[in-house]
């Protein structure tokens, strides 16, 4: 088990997906704490999530951390699951209305950030932290 959540090949170029990923979780992240009436607990009241103080750092936590070790490649693919579901949730909780509201091109326009971290995520499940990560070290890898 614990090679297969280490394994990766030795792809050079996926270290620009973990890029991607790993600083816009980690900047999105930080920003909860930073501001949180407008991208932390403020915004979880105005989309009508629950316990909105508990979730905002609860969600901003992971984000850092989730961040972090993407940009390390360290774990890479354990800590794409906990993205992947932030991303499912952000889809469900703010998406759904533009679409109802102001309908599929705005819907699309609005969610491209959304869409990168989704299929960004993904990949590193799928892949692993590629050729420049600590999980390729760790696995035996060179």
């Known amino acids: 088990?614990?090679?297969?959540?280490?394994?990766?090949?030795?792809?050079?170029?996926?270290?620009?997906?973990?890029?991607?990923?790993?600083?816009?979780?980690?900047?999105?992240?930080?920003?909860?704490?930073?501001?949180?009436?407008?991208r932390g607990a403020g915004r979880f009241v105005k989309i009508g999530l629950p316990a909105p103080e508990f979730l905002g750092s609860f969600v901003g936590t992971f984000e850092i951390l989730c961040g972090i070790l993407v940009l390390l490649g360290l774990f890479t693919r354990l800590s794409s699951i906990p993205l992947l579901i932030i991303m499912l949730v952000a889809f469900a909780t703010t998406k759904s209305e533009v679409f109802l509201n102001d309908g599929f091109w705005e819907l699309l326009h609005g969610s491209r950030t959304d869409w990168a971290m989704l299929l960004g995520s993904i990949f590193l499940l799928i892949k692993g932290g590629g050729a420049f990560s600590i999980d390729l070290k760790m696995s035996g890898g060179k």
């Not at 090679?3 to 990766?8: A, E, Y």
């Not at 991607?20 to 930073?34: A, D, I, N, P, R």
Request: aromatic fraction near 10%; charged fraction near 20%.
């Open 1 to 38: 088990m614990y090679k297969r959540i280490l394994s990766t090949d030795h792809a050079k170029t996926t270290i620009l997906i973990r890029l991607m990923v790993g600083v816009v979780f980690l900047s999105e992240g930080l920003q909860k704490f930073l501001f949180p009436d407008s």
